[in-house]
């Protein structure tokens, strides 16, 4: 079974400070691994996903995220946050070949301070 | 390209009554995803189909949901009869080849009084 922990239901950063969204998953295969973003009202966007090969992964909107196996982490950054980043961030899990079934996390919502 | 289509946006209802949402995918994208979303909480999958089959359905609460896909392009997500603790976002969303990459609609918002 996969799984996703989303540390933290909500941050808060000043603008211009950097974020960091911090994700942990489960899998008794090797994992695909995503973060999706979602605005107000809307649905899940992707922002980057991690498949196989180089394990950091750039997204759009200057978001990056770093695979570590040794921590099975995922953790979200970026280096200096911007008032549009305030949105709530979904870390996600599907196991590598089979009916891609993408399991996601409790979600963090980010709040950034001018 | 046309984005996930979804309707209604907004539905309220009261208990026991039924409600019924539709969802157009991503033309040629093979698999369909139902995802709940309560308030404050992540999406939980409720039904993929892959193609017009049903291809995990395991947190789906058969006594009162439904969905279909017929033709294997869109689909319908029934409830009936509705509890108040239905009240959530329902979210469809579609994926083509790429793995895990899911498009989503803009969901429907369901009220239950």
């Known amino acids: 079974a996969q799984s996703v922990t989303q540390l933290g239901?909500?941050?808060?950063?000043?603008?211009?400070?950097?974020?960091?969204?911090?994700?942990?998953?489960?899998?008794?295969?090797?994992?695909?691994?995503?973060?999706?973003?979602q605005y107000p009202n809307q649905g899940l966007q992707l922002l980057l996903k991690y498949t196989t090969g180089a394990t950091l992964v750039k997204g759009i909107n200057g978001f990056e995220a770093e695979f570590k196996?040794?921590?099975?982490?995922?953790?979200?950054?970026?280096?200096?946050?911007h008032m549009s980043d305030a949105a709530e961030y979904f870390c996600a899990v599907s196991e590598s070949g089979g009916y891609q079934k993408v399991t996601f996390g409790t979600g963090t919502k980010l709040q950034v301070i001018p | 390209e046309a984005g996930v289509a979804q309707s209604p946006r907004y539905k309220i209802i009261e208990k026991r009554q039924s409600v019924a949402f539709w969802c157009n995918p991503i033309s040629g994208h093979a698999t369909l995803y139902w995802y709940q979303q309560i308030l404050?909480?992540?999406?939980?999958l409720l039904i993929q189909f892959q193609n017009n089959g049903v291809v995990d359905d395991s947190q789906l609460p058969k006594d009162r949901f439904s969905a279909e896909r017929l033709k294997g392009v869109d689909s319908t997500?029934?409830?009936?009869?509705?509890?108040?603790?239905?009240?959530?976002?329902?979210?469809?969303?579609?994926?083509?080849?790429?793995?895990?990459?899911?498009?989503?609609?803009?969901?429907?918002?369901?009220?239950?009084?």
């Open chain 2, 40 to 44: 404050g909480q992540g999406p939980k």
């Open chain 2, 77 to 113: 997500l029934k409830i009936q009869p509705a509890k108040l603790e239905d009240s959530a976002v329902y979210l469809c969303a579609s994926s083509g080849l790429s793995a895990g990459e899911l498009f989503f609609g803009e969901g429907s918002r369901l009220t239950v009084l």
């Open chain 1, 69 to 81: 196996k040794s921590e099975t982490s995922f953790h979200l950054t970026k280096p200096s946050a």
């Open chain 1, 9 to 37: 239901s909500h941050v808060s950063v000043s603008e211009g400070a950097l974020v960091l969204l911090r994700c942990n998953y489960s899998s008794s295969v090797p994992p695909y691994l995503f973060w999706y973003v």
